[in-house]
């Protein structure tokens, strides 16, 4: 799978290394701020209140 | 089937390396979101003249309520409190129940907070003991409870919220704090529960 994507990246190393660069930085900035926010709403892992 | 294999190792991995990096968002990220909110909170307290309806006695969901402080957690250990305990409140730091008592009245003053996420401003309840102060300071007056008992019980005890504390129905005469968090560290198992009652009130000279 990886192999397959940096086959498409277009450019020599030094072009795709920064292409991955700013393709994982991108993956982790939408996880942190878009999925992991959503997604602790659903995991019980801090329930403080009783009853409810 | 080498290809097959090779991408199913690959996507394991990854998913690994994100789940990683969701705990890192538990520990770090969480508590970043409640430092922001904190800061907003403990100025809304600092502006300090309380609006007309807070001056009746309610607060509205969502605003700053007073400070928490714990003199055993450290001489810093400080964090406004929020009305409500909605998930959206408990992420900008501890909860009161709406519709307990307010600090320094007769009744039960309850306030939630998270253990291990969002700043974890409840991490050490632990460590009180009884005796221990646990200092309420309000816009009005600083109210100081001492801490009673400290017990573990299950998340459906729902009368350590009563007036008085595993006596439902019974009449308070006396102001009493309950301070609740989840049981043990990282579980939805059980609640950890502190008690306290009113010592002391300190007006505050305006």
Redesign the interface.
Do not use: I
């Given at each position: 799978?990886?192999r397959f994507i940096w086959r498409l990246l277009p450019g020599g190393l030094p072009a795709k290394l920064i292409t991955v660069l700013l393709l994982v930085t991108l993956a982790?900035a939408l996880?942190?701020y878009l999925v992991?926010p959503w997604?602790?709403?659903h995991?019980?892992?801090?329930?403080?209140?009783?009853?409810? | 089937m080498r290809v097959m294999l090779r991408t199913f190792g690959e996507v394991s991995i990854t998913l690994g390396l994100v789940l990683l990096l969701f705990c890192a968002y538990l520990l770090w990220g969480t508590s970043a979101y409640t430092e922001r909110h904190q800061e907003e909170l403990q100025r809304q307290l600092a502006e300090g003249p309380p609006a007309r309806e807070e001056a009746l006695g309610r607060i509205r969901l969502g605003r700053a309520l007073a400070l928490i402080r714990i003199p055993r957690l450290g001489a810093d250990y400080k964090y406004a409190i929020v009305e409500g305990i909605d998930a959206e409140h408990l992420r900008q730091g501890p909860g009161h129940y709406p519709g307990t008592a307010l600090p320094g009245q007769i009744g039960n003053f309850v306030v939630s907070g998270h253990r291990t996420t969002y700043a974890a401003p409840f991490n050490r309840l632990d460590e009180l003991r009884r005796g221990d102060d646990v200092i309420i300071d309000a816009r009005e007056a600083r109210y100081t409870y001492r801490v009673t008992g400290v017990k573990i019980v299950l998340p459906t005890r729902v009368d350590v919220i009563d007036p008085v504390p595993e006596h439902p129905g019974k009449r308070p005469t006396q102001a009493r704090l309950t301070l609740s968090t989840c049981h043990p560290e990282y579980s939805a198992r059980e609640r950890l529960i502190v008690y306290g009652v009113l010592a002391t009130t300190q007006e505050r000279r305006t």
């Open positions: 799978m990886y982790a996880l942190w992991f997604l602790e709403l995991v019980p892992l801090d329930q403080v209140t009783v009853g409810g | -």
